[in-house]
């Protein structure tokens, strides 16, 4: 196992220019991510001077077996924190040989949103906290739990210490230093696994593989009294973050009143039960961001940005 270890360990910057770029897309169920590995000549770090790559469509669930071809379009380099060195992660979205978007490519149609030059002008930030449930590999049960049964009522779980409270901290401790190397803008952690990042996707690839767990993006993977996931999405604008922005963000609130995840209370300062909650800081200052509570943890991060610029800068429903 040694010289195992050692050669997945190996530095090929020592011996070759050459690279591993490990290509990165989302599959048929939109939740999936797939991925597969090309040796490249030399580094590269413009994501345009990537060749395009092609995958079986019909494996993915994207494409009829009788034409099955589909074409990744690289779109992001992030640094490789597995093979490290000059190794790079690649992520993509896919399309037809045509240059059609496949209908699972959200990345497309928000791409096209977020360049419309009032949303330029906006310059939204997001920072989504996406929750999951890490599960026993041969149970599917949560970690941490006794098989088959359950572990003490919540409510000292929450950022919580200790070996009785805490399971699988080694994995969210190198999720959290593994985006960080990437080059992800991961700004924190909490107990629980909640992250807040800006580029959602890259980071949700392989650490649970390692560790030999399954990772679950089910808003209730257990039914009963326990908290499910989300993946509350804190958002502002250029308008909000400017003194007196707490005015423009009301009228954004309202923009978006179209519905709640789990409450009848459309918006709240500090009210984790309302859909959209302002901070107390915001609330304060007169200026800041907003949070959108109601997506769900298995969200698709393109989907639900672009549609809260569509609708609160854009003005669309």
């Given at each position: 196992?040694?010289?195992?270890?050692?050669?997945?360990?190996?530095?090929?910057?020592?011996?070759t220019?050459?690279?591993?770029?490990?290509?990165?897309w989302i599959?048929?169920?939109?939740m999936?991510?797939?991925?597969?590995?090309?040796?490249?000549s030399?580094?590269?770090?413009?994501?345009?001077?990537?060749?395009?790559?092609?995958?079986?469509?019909?494996?993915?669930?994207q494409?009829?077996?009788?034409?099955?071809?589909?074409?990744?379009?690289?779109?992001?380099i992030?640094?490789?924190?597995?093979?490290?060195?000059?190794?790079?992660?690649?992520?993509?979205?896919?399309?037809?040989?045509?240059?059609?978007?496949?209908?699972?490519?959200?990345?497309?149609?928000?791409?096209?949103?977020?360049?419309?030059?009032?949303?330029?002008?906006?310059?939204?930030?997001?920072?989504?906290?996406?929750?999951?449930?890490?599960?026993?590999?041969?149970?599917?049960?949560?970690?941490?739990?006794?098989?088959?049964?359950?572990?003490?009522?919540q409510?000292?779980?929450?950022?919580?210490?200790?070996?009785?409270?805490?399971?699988?901290?080694?994995?969210?401790?190198?999720?959290?230093?593994?985006?960080?190397?990437?080059?992800i803008?991961?700004?924190?952690?909490?107990?629980?696994?909640?992250?807040?990042?800006?580029?959602?996707?890259?980071?949700?690839?392989?650490?649970?593989?390692?560790?030999?767990?399954?990772?679950?993006?089910?808003?209730?993977?257990?039914?009963?009294?326990?908290?499910?996931?989300?993946?509350?999405?804190?958002?502002?604008?250029?308008?909000?973050r400017?003194?007196?922005?707490?005015?423009?963000?009301r009228?954004?609130?309202?923009?978006?009143?179209?519905?709640?995840?789990n409450?009848?209370?459309?918006?709240?300062?500090?009210?984790?039960?309302?859909?959209?909650?302002?901070?107390?800081?915001?609330?304060?200052?007169?200026?800041?961001?907003?949070?959108?509570?109601?997506?769900?943890?298995?969200?698709?991060?393109?989907?639900?940005?672009?549609?809260?610029?569509?609708?609160?800068?854009?003005?669309?429903?």
């Open positions: 196992m040694s010289l195992l270890s050692d050669l997945i360990n190996l530095d090929l910057s020592d011996s220019e050459k690279i591993i770029a490990e290509y990165v599959g048929g169920s939109g999936d991510l797939r991925s597969k590995a090309r040796t490249l030399k580094p590269v770090s413009d994501p345009s001077k990537l060749p395009k790559w092609n995958y079986d469509g019909s494996s993915t669930g494409a009829p077996g009788e034409d099955s071809e589909v074409i990744l379009y690289p779109q992001a992030f640094r490789d924190p597995f093979r490290r060195g000059n190794n790079i992660l690649v992520m993509c979205d896919a399309y037809t040989p045509a240059g059609e978007p496949i209908p699972t490519n959200k990345r497309h149609s928000a791409a096209k949103i977020f360049s419309h030059p009032d949303v330029v002008a906006e310059v939204p930030w997001y920072g989504i906290e996406q929750e999951y449930t890490l599960l026993q590999k041969e149970v599917k049960w949560p970690l941490g739990w006794p098989t088959g049964g359950y572990p003490g009522p409510g000292p779980y929450y950022c919580g210490i200790g070996a009785d409270k805490a399971f699988g901290r080694d994995i969210v401790d190198a999720h959290y230093k593994a985006c960080l190397y990437a080059g803008n991961i700004s924190g952690i909490n107990g629980s696994g909640n992250f807040k990042l800006d580029r959602l996707l890259a980071s949700q690839l392989r650490i649970t593989e390692i560790a030999g767990v399954v990772v679950s993006f089910d808003p209730k993977p257990i039914q009963g009294d326990w908290n499910g996931a989300g993946a509350h999405t804190n958002y502002s604008t250029k308008s909000m400017e003194d007196g922005g707490f005015k423009s963000s009228r954004q609130f309202k923009s978006l009143d179209s519905g709640t995840r409450t009848l209370l459309p918006m709240g300062v500090a009210n984790r039960g309302a859909s959209i909650r302002v901070g107390r800081d915001t609330e304060k200052e007169g200026k800041g961001y907003f949070e959108d509570r109601r997506p769900a943890s298995n969200m698709d991060p393109y989907v639900v940005t672009s549609m809260i610029a569509e609708t609160t800068i854009l003005g669309k429903h």
